[in-house]
Each structure stands twice: as C-alpha cells, then as structure tokens.
C-alpha cells in the first residue's frame, strides 16, 4: 500500500485502485518512492472555446443590480461570478473560465446547458409562430401533454401548463381545495413549494424566511432520517399526519403535498415507508396527495422518472417545472380526468403557460432525456458518484451525512458528528474554495449546512471524480 500526500498535509493510506485513478491525471498526481503527491485537481478536458465576451463588467453588473432590483436577491460567493456562457455541464465566466455545474441541474437545465436540439427546437418555433396557450389550436402544446401524459402511471392523464413550479403548485392546492370542498392542506416542516401564497403557506422554512403564514396550512413532522427524532422509521412520522387530521382538522383535508426528497430542504429523502402510510390516511379523510417533481422529477433521482415511484405510490396530482424547460420558463400540473374537471366550473386559464415556444422546448428536453439515456446516466454516475462521497465521508469529520439518489445528493457538514452541530460557517470557506477551484456546487438545508449536488444530466464519471477530488482537496487543507 502506498499512502497517499495531499501537499505535504493530511497522510493517509491509499487503495489500489484509488491510487491508480489519481496517477491516470497527469500533472495532478505524481509518484515520489512510497507516495503519491497530489496536486491541485483540474477540470476534465473538454473541446469547446465559448466565444468572447465583450459586454460589461462584474463589478458594474453587481452595482446595477443592487440598485434596479429587488434587495430580497441574494446570491452565492462573496465576489458573485458573472457567467455569460454554458455548454452542457460547463459554464463560463467573462474571462472565459471553465467551471463544472454540479448544481444547475435543477435551477435550470436538465439536460445540459444549451443543449443543441432543445435550442433548435425553441428557434425553430418562435420562427413559426409563439402564441398564448388559450384561444387556438397548436399542436406543439398537445404533442407536448400527450407525450407528457405517456410518462405519467395510472389515470394521471390531464396536463394543465403553468410557467413556474410556484403556479403548479397553487393550481394543485387550489384543485385539491375545490375537489374536496376542503381549506386544509398537510405539508411537511423543511419542504419548499413555492413563493406565492398557498406555496408559501405550504412552505415550511421558517430559518429561510421562506414560510408565510396561511390559515389551513399545517406542517407535518419532516420523516428526515438524518435529524428527525425516529431515524429512518417512516410508519413512525406518518403517525404524527394522522394525528394532525384528527386533532388539527374537521376529520377531513384537501389535500396533502410534498417532495420525494427535499430539494431546497438539504436533499433529505423521505423516510422509507412514509409515504405509502401517510398516502393511505389522506386517502382516508378524504384528501388527495400531491407530489411536487419539481425537483426530484424528470429521471434525476436516476432509478425511476419520477421521484414518488422510489416510494411506490401513486398520488392523485403531479407538479413539475424547472428543469422540463431546460431552462425555458414551463410547468406542469398533471392530473386525473375526474379531478381536472372541477376547473371547468371556474373557466381556469393561464395565458402563457405553454405556450408553444415552451412546450416545443419540453419535448425536446423529453426526447433528448430519452434518446441519450440520461435517466441511466443519473443512475450510473451519481450511484458511482454517492459511492466516492461516502468514502470521503470516512476520511474528513466535518461530512456528517451524505445522502440522495441519482444526481440529485446531499453532503451535510457538522462541526461534531455526535451532536450533529452544523458547520455554517465551514460549509461557506468550502464552497468559496470549491469555486476557486472551478467547482460551483450549491447549498442549502435548514441549518445552511448541506451540500446540494444536483448536476445537468449528462455529468460524467471524469466531473463526479473532480468535484470529489476537490472537495478532498479542499477540506484536506482545512
Ligand atoms: N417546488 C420545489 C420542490 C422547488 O424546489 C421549487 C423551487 N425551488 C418550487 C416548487 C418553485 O418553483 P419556481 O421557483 O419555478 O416557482
């Protein structure tokens, strides 16, 4: 065994096989008698020159927008990045700097940035004809739902459009209220739903400043394996659902929402067995069950298409957006025909909810998911990728947890694992660093201490293996 010497500081023993990887990069690793010395990590090659960048300045850019918009804005690293140009799971900034995306894969693009065929499909439509959704026919738009609707399990066959995850999810609860003739929703404590008023009633963030009070909402224990006081005991959680029906309600609800695994909430996958037992209560009381994909859908979670069949049920409304748009503003709400017709009684429209230029854009984003077997590729890389993390997990303290399914994972970092203290301010140097280092990785979690790596589909083997070695660079010199 040969040990292993990241610049003169942290020694320890290094397998076969990991040393092989690191000695396959030339210039990152070198031999030197018993060890292996490494370097600094470099980004996997990738032919691609993204044209010159002409316009203004960071620094005038952020002066602007601190001055034209809105002060509630934040954003990530203390100099924000100015990126002006992505190719798949790159981005560049102005000077023409590479980075790997390990987490726009959700704000925006599923399949990639700029993805040729979405592209073409978006020019090739607003060429011919972009129009509001209502009024005439299109067949970008019904093309769209029907191969939407083939992707949906059992009676899920209305699509509704929306242009964000937000109005999914009001016209969901807003559905829901009306189909059962019920104000109370069940959400869960740490979820995210959306920013407008039943979203963010339903939001139960209060650390974030995310939540706003709405009568009729109600927050259930979250079923976190990590933090939650019954560990992995979903039957547990769900217990704690049905008492809120019977004590918090009439007997009876609209509609329960949540994640398949908790996106803005720090990646936390529901507890197993909660939703089946939680999904059979609401049935119960007369409630339906909303899954909110915008996240976790559309192949992320890489064993399934949607996140809800990693816990095998069924629910009554799907939301979606974000990603199914790579990056085109689109939603969806997809539902049952019996329950889809309580919006006649109301003449619901959206004037720009799929509107042709965005739904050509989803379909394109469906085929291209299809044909480049991306869901696979989310199984494959991101199996491989949890892997090496868990084993980074053994060798730095501060990895308290590492979580998630497909690319769409979770590393919480903690200052004392016992007591699971979470390492705000850590978690800010690493990232900063990671950055420096041409990773941009994204954070959340009640706490602010989770790593979120939710990449574009098409990460490979090479970007999993740098934003590792990195992140082991990283804390390796904390
Ligand atoms: N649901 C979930 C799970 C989300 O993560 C988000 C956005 N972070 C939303 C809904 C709201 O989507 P949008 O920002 O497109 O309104």
Redesign the pocket.
Known sequence: MLRIVSRGRKVQRCCWSEQRRWLSQPGVAQKQGNDVVLGVPRLPSFDYSPPPYNGPAADEILMKRKKFLSPSMFYFYQKPLNLVHGKMQYLYDDKGRRYLDAFGG?ATVSCGHCHPEVVEAIVEQTKRLQHSTILYLNPAITDFAEALASRMPGDLKVVFFTN????A?ELAIMMARLYTGCQDIISLRNA????AGA?MGATAQCNWKFNVVQTGVHHAMNPDPYRGVFGSDGEKYAKDVEDLIQFGTSGNVAAFIS?AIQ??GGIVELAPDYLPAVYKSIKKAGGLCIA?E??AGFSRTGSHFWGFENHGVIPDIVTM??GIGNGIPL?AVVTTPDIAEVLTRHNYFNTFGGNPVCTAAGHAVLRVVEREGLQANAHTVGSYLKHRLIALKDKHQIIGDVRGRGLMLGVELVTDREEKTPARVEIVHVMEQMKDLGVLIGKGGLYGNVFRITPPLCFSKDDADFLVDVMDYVMSKM
């Open positions: 959700i964000s995850g937000t109005e999810n995210y739903h959306g920013n979203t994640e996106g803005v909110d915008v996240q957006a974000k939603g």
